[in-house]
């Protein structure tokens, strides 16, 4: 059986970032760069004040106090026509370049406006030295420098950067599109009560969910009967996205006929079983047509197995194709805050929540009723990864923890 470290390679070994596409910089939230972006400017464009105050010579305030005579006012926004000569200063806001001859900036707080014409004002600052209260021209960034790389999630941040730099376009990789199929007799949909022997769909609703928050559009595809004509009707329709994810079907029980329908319709199986528990069941092929290859995940259909194979293969998956780095894992090493015992011949991914305690966070393990129990896993904000084997593990103990 396939290790889950070797089982992500052949996932991420067939799923080919989407080609760019150009667009406007302020709809490339949740999307990745797939270009490095270059400022057009120094950043701050001038040497800037960065408080309100008197542009001064540190020189003239090297005795602590002085009266210089204030020779203009400057505002952001304004240029200063006058350079600042021993025993003068400018009257400064805030973002505004600083004059010629200044090379430090004095609070407004910690001067006095004198009475008379021309204006003078006594400054008395602690301690004045080069510099001081001034952000130097291209401190931030240089003209020419790269200062978003392709492959970057564009968040609110990146959005700002992208219009400090001038970009009103960028290229960015689309969201691919996710078709969710659920299979199963059993199924009804969550408007329905269930008669004896029915469950509601809930793999549907969050798979769909779990696409979007992973940055890929979802289709959903609704439920299909484990029947083989209905099963592959909606197959070939999921076959024409980047990504068919179905849930159900993939284990060794009569109905499971999701990996025969989807090898007939041409979708070649890479692997079928992990060693992973909750999970093993996990089917995975790939259909290529034409230009396109479509990936295909068979995730088994117990709820908490379908969002463990999730989060360990379809997501990064999507961010491969979105364009970004899909080797960043969300894995973190804490202390376990109880005891466990391990045992079997797979890993086990644990629900569990993270907690912050005075000498840093641990990790407690959920109650756990096994891969049907999704309920539990509503006070859960990651996976304790638990390696197969036999072991005690005792509390405080160091484990590593997939975040959710
Ligand atoms: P299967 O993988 O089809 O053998 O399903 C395993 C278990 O998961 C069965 O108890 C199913 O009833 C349950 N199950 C399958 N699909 C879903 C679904 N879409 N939503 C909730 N439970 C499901
Ligand atoms: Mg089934």
Not at 121 to 136: D, E, Q, W
């Amino acid at each position: 059986m396939l290790e889950v470290e070797q089982a992500l390679l052949q996932v991420l070994e067939r799923a080919a970032p989407k080609p760019p596409v150009r667009m406007n910089a302020a709809d490339a939230m949740g999307l990745a760069l797939a270009e490095d972006v270059a400022s057009d400017i120094d950043s701050p464009p001038y040497d800037k004040a960065l408080m309100d105050g008197y542009a001064v010579r540190a020189a003239d305030l090297a005795g602590g106090e002085a009266e210089l005579a204030v020779i203009e006012e400057v505002t952001a926004g304004a240029v200063p026509t006058r350079s600042v000569q021993e025993g003068e200063a400018v009257r400064i806001m805030t973002g505004a370049p600083i004059p010629e001859g200044a090379d430090a900036v004095v609070m407004v707080e910690q001067s006095e406006m004198l009475e008379g014409e021309p204006p003078r004002v006594r400054l008395r600052p602690p301690r004045v030295s080069p510099g001081k209260n001034i952000l130097p021209q291209g401190r931030s960034m240089r003209r020419g420098e790269v200062v978003l790389h392709a492959g970057t999630d564009v968040r609110p941040i990146e959005v700002g950067l992208l219009a400090e730099v001038g970009r009103t376009e960028v290229l960015t990789r689309p969201r691919p599109t996710v078709a969710v199929l659920s299979t199963g007799d059993e199924l009804v949909s969550a408007d329905h009560t269930p008669e004896p022997g029915q469950i509601r769909n809930s793999n549907g609703p969050m798979l769909c969910a779990f696409v979007r928050h992973a940055g890929g559009a979802a289709v959903d595809l609704g439920i299909a009967r484990d029947r083989e004509e209905e099963l592959r009707a909606k197959v070939e329709r999921g076959l024409d996205e980047d990504v068919l994810v179905l849930s159900g079907g993939v284990s060794m029980g009569v109905a499971d006929l999701v990996p025969k329908v989807l090898r007939e319709a041409g979708v070649e199986q890479v692997f079928h079983k992990v060693r992973l528990k909750p999970g093993k069941p996990l089917w995975f092929g790939a259909a290529a047509r034409g230009e396109r290859t479509t990936l295909v995940f068979g995730l088994p259909g117990n709820p908490v197995s379908s969002l463990v194979c999730f989060e360990l293969f379809v997501r990064p998956a999507i961010a491969q194709l979105a364009g970004r780095d899909a080797s960043r894992r969300p894995i973190r090493r804490v202390r376990l805050a109880g005891e466990f015992r391990q045992q079997g011949d797979r890993p086990v991914y644990h629900p569990a929540f993270l907690r912050d305690e005075e000498h840093g966070a641990v990790v407690e393990l959920l109650n756990w009723q096994g891969s049907a129990d999704l309920r539990t896993l509503a006070d859960a904000d990651c996976l304790v990864i638990f390696p197969a084997g036999e072991k005690h593990y005792s509390e405080g103990e160091q484990v590593a923890v997939h975040l959710l």
